[in-house]
């Protein structure tokens, strides 16, 4: 998830960068989060990684509990489901599609289609 500015954590341990590739990665480190309702809420240490976008010239901070992971595939991760949010922003827009009434791949898939024979119908009109 992204860190919102608002939420306060100290920092526990630097963790190295990748070597040579992979320059948009400005950190990685161990965080544990210090306000007591977010402290309550999730006591354990999160990862942070800090990336560049060079697309639009930002930092991003994405925190995660996933241990397992690098920070290059935190990264990559974050690329790929923020490149799917913006397929479904454009495909709501498009097909006049409000909100999917299911999360299952068949309800998603039933819905799209549906949309798209209906927007095909309303032209013909």
Do not use: C
């Amino acid at each position: 998830m992204l860190l919102k500015k608002s939420i306060k954590y100290e920092h526990v341990k630097e963790l190295p960068l990748p070597e040579d590739k992979d320059e948009h990665i400005l950190k990685d480190e161990i965080i544990r989060l210090t306000e007591e309702d977010t402290k309550e809420l999730y006591p354990e240490n999160l990862n942070r990684v800090v990336i560049y976008d060079d697309e639009k010239n930002r930092i991003i901070e994405v925190i995660t509990n996933n241990f397992s992971w690098t920070a290059s595939m935190i990264a990559e991760l974050y690329k790929q489901r923020w490149r799917i949010e913006i397929f479904f922003q454009e495909l709501k827009q498009h097909l006049k599609i409000k909100s999917f009434i299911g999360i299952s791949e068949d309800a998603m898939w039933l819905q799209f289609w549906t949309a798209v024979v209906s927007a095909i119908i309303l032209k013909k009109q």
